[in-house]
């Protein structure tokens, strides 16, 4: 459905009713811009609130201790589950009125952009009913590793549709970067997704000194080499393209840098045992920052070879 877009930089016209001006594509894409930054932010507090086990903090859902806020209980494990529903109940209100927007001034955006953004929305709901479940169901790791696989992927549509809503004019170089980014993307999500699955069941530490669940860590141990070298592959190619333009060429060292860092902080989170929660998180927020790049330069390099599309 992302592919069908086709972005156009409106002329000046006549206001209607719900198509004000070429003014509406660049209010929205801030809208999307601060939405990306909100939900890597809620995906940060998230990581935080796992680390310190606070998952259960407020053992009911969707008030804590029966209460909006609350204040005698209030400690620094209810905190970060409490302010982490805070974060995505606002994230969830943006996310309607983003739909509402995009469907209201639909004649003014790409078309195809509203049904995506009704997408979110669908992925957003999805998020609000896996959280409470991981409350209510008292974290059973499937439905954790779910609501993280989930949320990645709200991360990655609103990157797709900031991408799409940016102005940018194709040099048509980018040869076949779009496979080879999409191939590494999905090997960097999946990643992700072992890694969900060695975080929901602490495998680090039941492998470590129980001899259980060695399989799943393991497993995300061998997964980094498919997903490192897909990565290097792109960087590869996309060196090789003199005549790349310059934006992409950006984003490469981007990735480039996010790789070298998650390599990093993987190893110092293993040789550590997880007991540096800092380190945890940053892990995981560089790996859902690589995960973003890789999504934005996917998709800039399908805008690039078809600009003229794009550029219409």
């Known amino acids: 459905m992302l592919s069908r877009f086709t972005l156009?930089?409106?002329?000046?016209?006549?206001?209607?009713?719900?198509?004000?001006?070429?003014?509406?594509?660049?209010?929205?894409?801030?809208?999307?811009?601060l939405m990306t930054v909100l939900t890597l932010f809620l995906m940060a507090v998230g990581s935080a609130t796992r680390v310190m086990e606070a998952g259960l903090a407020c053992p009911d859902w969707p008030l804590c201790f029966g209460e909006l806020i609350p204040q005698r209980q209030m400690n620094l494990q209810v905190f970060l589950e409490w302010f982490?529903?805070?974060?995505?109940?606002?994230?969830?209100?943006?996310?309607?009125?983003l739909t509402a927007?995009?469907?209201?001034?639909?004649?003014?955006?790409?078309?195809?952009?509203?049904?995506?953004?009704?997408?979110?929305?669908?992925?957003?709901?999805?998020?609000?009913?896996?959280?409470g479940l991981t409350v209510t169901e008292l974290l059973r790791f499937e439905i954790v590793t779910a609501h993280l696989g989930t949320g990645l992927l709200f991360f990655c549509v609103l990157i797709k549709m900031a991408v799409f809503l940016s102005p940018y004019q194709g040099t048509g170089t980018a040869g076949n970067l779009t496979a080879w980014g999409l191939v590494a993307g999905l090997?960097?999500?999946?990643?992700?997704?072992?890694?969900?699955?060695?975080?929901s069941q602490w495998a680090l530490h039941q492998c470590?000194?129980?001899?259980?669940?060695?399989?799943?860590?393991?497993?995300?141990?061998?997964?980094?080499?498919?997903?490192?070298?897909?990565?290097?592959?792109?960087?590869?190619?996309?060196?090789?393209?003199?005549?790349?333009?310059?934006?992409?060429?950006?984003?490469?060292?981007?990735?480039?840098l996010a790789l070298v860092l998650q390599l990093l902080l993987g190893s110092a989170t293993y040789q550590l045992k997880l007991q540096v929660?800092?380190?945890?998180?940053?892990?995981?927020?560089?790996?859902?920052?690589?995960?973003?790049?890789l999504v934005a330069f996917t998709t800039l390099a399908w805008r690039d070879n078809h600009s003229e599309l794009t550029s219409a």
């Open 187 to 199: 090997l960097i999500y999946g990643q992700s997704i072992l890694g969900g699955l060695v975080s």
């Open 208 to 256: 470590l000194y129980g001899d259980r669940l060695c399989s799943i860590m393991n497993s995300h141990l061998i997964g980094v080499v498919p997903a490192t070298l897909s990565v290097i592959a792109v960087l590869v190619v996309a060196w090789r393209r003199a005549a790349l333009h310059p934006l992409l060429r950006r984003l490469t060292q981007a990735i480039c």
């Open 84 to 97: 982490h529903r805070l974060v995505a109940t606002s994230l969830g209100l943006f996310t309607i009125g």
């Open 277 to 293: 929660p800092a380190l945890t998180v940053a892990h995981q927020m560089i790996g859902a920052t690589l995960l973003g790049l």
């Open 8 to 33: 156009s930089n409106p002329q000046p016209e006549e206001p209607t009713e719900n198509k004000p001006s070429g003014s509406a594509q660049v209010w929205i894409f801030r809208w999307v811009v």
């Open 101 to 131: 927007a995009a469907w209201w001034w639909r004649k003014a955006l790409p078309q195809g952009f509203t049904w995506v953004a009704s997408f979110a929305l669908v992925l957003v709901i999805a998020q609000g009913i896996l959280g």
